[in-house]
């Protein structure tokens, strides 16, 4: 009898599955209990599978990555929309920071920021962000 | 059941179906335009996806990135694949052997929406015999179409939505050819006149329109279509950042109109009217020339042997534009 | 063994009728095939259909047939139709002709000296059934001339057959076929 | 609640209505379906118990072939009850999907009626659709007359359903020659078939929201080869499934079926390895062999796929030479079932006389006479020792004699 994914507790423990232990079909379960209503339930609250992308990071494609600057954020939400990669989190309407994990550093975030100085900036990715923070540009003039 | 959606903090409450850590490039459309669908409702939804990017870079074993039953089977069968779905649900619905949960969703009024995703090449090509099929039959389901007019799984062919001029790697841009020689297909005309209840062309920029339209989409009672502009940051060859500019600049210059046509049926299903709206209007209409500079695959067409095909692009653009108000102005 | 061949146009319901008999026969614990040549012709070409009857379950599938009985339901195969293909030296025509047996045998010589039967298929169907349906009266005829069934009985089998059709059409080929019986020469 | 079809005992059914009388009894929730000569009626009749009442699911006519299967993979994932039937270039339409409905291991039964393969164009049996799939990672079940194709349709919902198999099941039928042909057939009343077949057992159901579930993956180099071998293990194991359906149904009904079906091969000397309708026609042609001093034997495969390797072997042990018989142009090589009991004979350390006959192409009637001759070849193989006619044979073909090796 093929092992249950959904038992299966690491991402490690299934690469080392054999092929007498995987689910017929090459079926994959979202989560490892049933959720009855997931839109309900937050990220920081679902069962997430390990077969989940939720719990694999793909955060080294980033050569630079958007750093968050809340004193000047709006919550606007903008950056919330636009990112592809469901990395910004927002929480009771307000931006709260980058899923470092799941950003490949694409930039959207930073070109939709309509703030001035825009309160989400791209950073070389080994930038310790305090030390961008300490960066920060100032308001630029409107030409 | 509609959810209530305000304004773009409201839509922040909305709880991803959908996951990161997917293979997608930087920068997707795809992926906005997924999340954008799937937050429109609160309602459970269940997804068919087409062979292409968003389904080689979504359910690579053994990770997926869905927190909705998916499901994929080929390349050209997207549509029949949602239509069987939803035909599936209706009929353990009507024998009364939904499984509890679901039933228990139904119950409290919230029906799964049946999606099928889809890019250009699974839609206005490969796919279409199949998507043709399942709206005549008249299937309870959303087909959402990820155009970015090329084939961009598998390296950048032209479609059947590539429009004129582009260069693609199967109608590359050379010393004698500037790219890509047909207009792009009219694929909402064609749906609508499937006599789909509901059919809209979308754009992920304006996201409130995209998700406006897709609630009515899922409040009719039979195949709904959407166009969705998909910018390719790899195709395009514009920058992953650019993503939304582009986006704008293609709604803003109306190469890619927001619209919707509405078949309004009787109780027979027969239809007594069509409309269509136009449901965004640029202050300013920017040139097209500004759209088509914002993305290399059209950068040979700025050579002065190529300028004829910038100016018939306008026209183009300028004469469906009109089509299009003509049509909203007569009601039809 | 017994097999019949039917000779037919498309549309004629010589499968139809060949499968009654094969519903009938069956009933009486018999085994049975019921098949037919298709080709890609429409509505009006002529084609045959194929009847076994047996004791044993019939296991032969070849479309090879030397048949017991040759049924010709639409009047001019006779004279276009290879009817007496693979035929044995015993083998009994039933033929759908308006003419006298005598008429026939003259207007197709290859018949001569071989035992063949006349009835008026179409004629019967036109006046009982309202339509060119010659099937059910040529199995009146082969009941007749068999000697398989009592007309009695077979009449009562055919019933259960077009069971699911309306009472009137049925009426019309119990008569059919009574008048086939009795008119079969 | 579907209506009680009243049945006789005996019914006179050709090979469609008998299997569309099976997928009817099982009670399928979805049947997506394109026409095509000959399963035509299997759909046609199927819609008209619908219409009549007499099931409860849902009839969906296609644009395609392909929808066709596409749309039993997406409802078998959905999770229902799902079956279609097809023919020939129909068949090879949906070829690209059958892979997919055994990779993703959904249980959907597909009534073939077999039929040749364009161009050029014909409509009649033959089982060049049948060779076309037969890698595609189904269980092949292989009927001779319609009693048996609806037998084995009945039997391959819960071969293919069963837990520890969950693969499609095809289950052929000789285009015209079974599919047209009304034959006596003993069903088994709605309630009893239906108690047979059980209810049907959804597993990863794509319909339970509180478990969703991802289906169709893709697989890298990394994960590919495991789940086709896991594909592979199974199928192959699918063996004591399949005898143990074949022997619940025998307990109903008395009728036995095995994974080789072979008749007189206790003492033959020469047999003729055969599938579809050919084989009872062989076994007239046996008898009569027999009667002139031939001890001639019918040897087929009941179950094409998973091929029953040790058994064919076994039925052919004592055997001096063997006919294959291959209803399908062999395009550049021997015929399929030539090569496979080839294989299966010399690795079990067998070596009798093969003898390789193509034959029936197009419908081409194979007629008990030259099933005889091919009897004939046989004998004065085995009593030379070796074979003295040609290897390949094409049999029943007008011209000059057409024969290789």
New interface residues.
């Given amino acids: 009898m ?1 092992k249950d ?1 959904k038992e299966v507790k690491s991402i490690d423990e ?1 690469k080392d ?4 232990e ?10 490892t209990e ?10 920081e609250e ?1 069962p997430y599978a390990p ?8 955060g080294d ?2 050569v630079e990555k958007p750093v968050y600057n809340r004193d000047l954020c709006i ?4 950056c ?8 910004i989190l ?1 929480r ?2 307000k931006m709260i920071g980058v ?1 470092y ?8 975030c ?3 920021c309509p703030t001035n100085p825009k309160s989400l900036l791209m950073f070389p990715e080994h930038m310790d962000n305090n030390e961008a923070l300490n960066m920060w540009p100032k308001k630029e003039e409107k030409k | 059941m509609v959810k209530k959606i305000k304004n773009l903090k409201e839509f922040s409450l909305s709880n991803d179906r959908f996951e990161g850590a997917n293979l997608m490039c930087p920068g997707c459309s795809h992926n906005i335009i997924v999340r954008e669908v799937l937050n429109a409702t609160d309602d459970p939804v269940i997804v068919a996806t087409a062979t292409g990017c968003l389904e080689v870079c979504t359910a690579v074993y053994p990770k997926t990135s869905w927190d909705v039953s998916w499901i994929h089977i080929g390349f050209e069968n997207a549509a029949v694949a949602a239509a069987t779905v939803s035909a599936a649900y209706e009929v353990m619905k009507k024998k009364g052997k939904l499984p509890p949960a679901t039933q228990k969703m139904v119950d409290e009024g919230k029906e799964p929406k049946i999606v099928a995703f889809a890019g250009d090449g699974g839609t206005y090509d490969i796919g279409f015999q199949s998507l043709s099929g399942a709206f005549e039959r008249g299937h309870n389901f959303m087909y959402v179409c990820l155009d970015n007019e090329v084939y961009a799984n598998t390296g950048g062919q032209r479609s059947s939505s590539t429009p004129i001029g582009a260069s693609t790697t199967t109608s590359p841009a050379g010393s004698v050819s500037y790219g890509e020689k047909m207009m792009k297909k009219s694929m909402v005309e064609i749906m609508a006149d499937h006599g789909a209840p509901y059919v809209a062309q979308v754009s992920p920029s304006k996201w409130k329109d995209l998700v406006k339209k897709v609630q009515k989409g899922f409040e009719v009672y039979g195949p709904v279509y959407i166009n969705a502009q998909s910018a390719c940051t790899t195709e395009w060859k514009h920058a992953p950042e650019d993503t939304i500019e582009v986006s704008d600049l293609g709604v803003d210059s109306c190469v890619w109109p927001l619209y919707e046509i509405i078949n309004e049926r009787d109780e027979h299903g027969i239809i007594y009217s069509t409309k269509l709206n136009i449901t965004y209007r640029p202050k300013n209409k920017i040139p097209v020339e500004e759209y088509l500079a914002a993305q290399p695959r059209f950068r040979h067409l700025f050579k002065p042997e190529n300028r004829h095909i910038i100016d018939l692009w306008q026209k183009a653009v300028d004469t469906r534009w009109e089509y299009l108000q003509r049509r909203e102005e007569a009601g039809v | 063994m017994l097999e019949i061949r039917w000779h037919s146009r498309a549309g004629q319901g010589a499968v139809t009728g060949a499968k009654g008999l094969a519903d009938v026969v069956a009933n009486t614990g018999k085994f049975v095939q019921a098949f037919a040549f298709y080709g890609s012709a429409k509505r009006g070409a002529a084609m045959t259909a194929y009847n076994r009857v047996d004791d044993q379950p019939i296991l032969n599938h070849e479309k090879f047939m030397r048949p017991d009985y040759v049924l010709v339901i639409d009047p001019g195969l006779t004279y276009t139709a290879d009817i007496t293909a693979n035929e044995k030296e015993s083998t009994k025509y039933i033929i759908t002709t308006h003419l006298s047996k005598e008429e026939l045998l003259n207007s197709q010589p290859k018949l001569q000296g071989k035992d063949v039967y006349v009835v008026d298929c179409m004629q019967i169907s036109l006046d009982t059934i309202g339509r060119a349906i010659p099937n059910a009266p040529m199995l009146g005829a082969l009941m007749k001339v068999s000697g398989m069934f009592e007309l009695d009985y077979f009449q009562n089998a055919m019933k259960k057959v077009l069971a699911k059709f309306p009472q009137k059409i049925i009426d019309a080929n119990m008569a059919a076929i009574e008048r086939a019986y009795n008119e079969v020469k | 609640m579907a209506k009680k079809y009243e049945l006789n005992e005996v019914e006179v059914w050709d090979g469609n209505m008998a299997a569309a009388h099976a997928l009817r009894q099982a009670q399928v929730d979805i049947v997506a379906a394109y026409p095509i000569t000959p399963s035509t009626p299997i759909v046609q009749n199927y819609s008209k118990f619908l219409a009549d009442g007499y099931v409860d699911g849902e009839f969906i006519m296609v644009e395609s072939e392909h929808s066709a299967m596409s749309g039993c993979v997406a409802a078998s994932a959905a999770g229902v009850r799902a079956a279609t039937a097809t023919s020939s270039q129909g068949f090879a339409l949906m070829v690209e999907v059958l892979y997919q409905a055994s990779g993703m291991r959904l249980p959907i039964v597909l009534a073939v009626v077999n039929r040749a393969l364009a161009a050029p164009l014909n409509v009649n049996g033959d089982h060049s659709d049948m060779y076309l799939g037969r890698d595609a990672g189904w269980i092949n079940l292989c009927s001779y007359n319609p009693q048996e194709a609806y037998d084995l349709t009945l039997m391959a919902f819960k071969i293919g359903e069963d837990l520890n198999v969950r693969l499609p099941v095809m289950v052929h039928q000789d285009g015209f020659i079974c599919s047209h042909t009304a034959q006596n057939v003993r069903p088994l009343q709605d309630e009893e078939a239906a108690e047979f077949v059980g209810e049907y057992k959804p597993v990863n159901t794509m319909l339970d929201v509180a478990n969703p579930v991802t289906h169709g993956v893709q697989t890298e180099e990394d994960w590919h080869f495991e789940h086709k071998a896991r594909q592979h293990h199974d199928l192959m194991n699918s063996f004591d499934t399949i005898k143990k359906v074949f022997n619940e149904f025998k307990e109903r009904t008395g009728r036995e079926y095995d994974l080789v079906y072979t008749y007189k091969m206790d003492d033959a000397d020469v047999a003729i390895f055969a599938l579809g309708t050919t084989v009872e026609s062989a076994r007239i042609a046996a008898d009569q062999m027999r009667e002139k001093g031939i001890k001639a034997g019918v040897v087929s495969l009941r179950v094409l796929r998973p091929f029953p390797f040790k058994e064919v072997a076994e039925a052919l042990s004592n055997v001096k030479a063997v006919a294959a018989m291959d209803r399908s142009a062999p395009g550049g090589t021997f015929g399929a079932l030539f090569n496979e009991i080839s294989a299966a004979l010399m690795a079990h350390g067998k070596a009798p006389i093969m003898l390789n006959y193509i034959y029936g192409l197009g419908g081409r009637d194979t007629t008990i006479n030259m099933l005889k001759e091919v009897y004939e070849d046989l004998d004065k193989c085995a009593k030379a020792g070796e074979a003295v006619v040609p290897l390949q044979q094409f049999l029943g073909l007008r011209g000059p004699k057409l024969s290789f090796y």
């Fill in positions: 093929a994914l299934i599955l054999g092929w007498n995987i689910i017929p079909g090459a079926s994959l379960f979202s989560f049933p959720v009855e209503n997931v839109v309900e339930v937050p990220e679902r077969t989940n992308s939720h719990e694999w990071q793909v494609w980033r919550d606007c939400q903008f919330w929309v636009f990112c592809p990669d469901i990395s927002s009771d309407k899923i994990e799941h950003c490949k550093g694409c930039g959207i930073v070109e939709v």
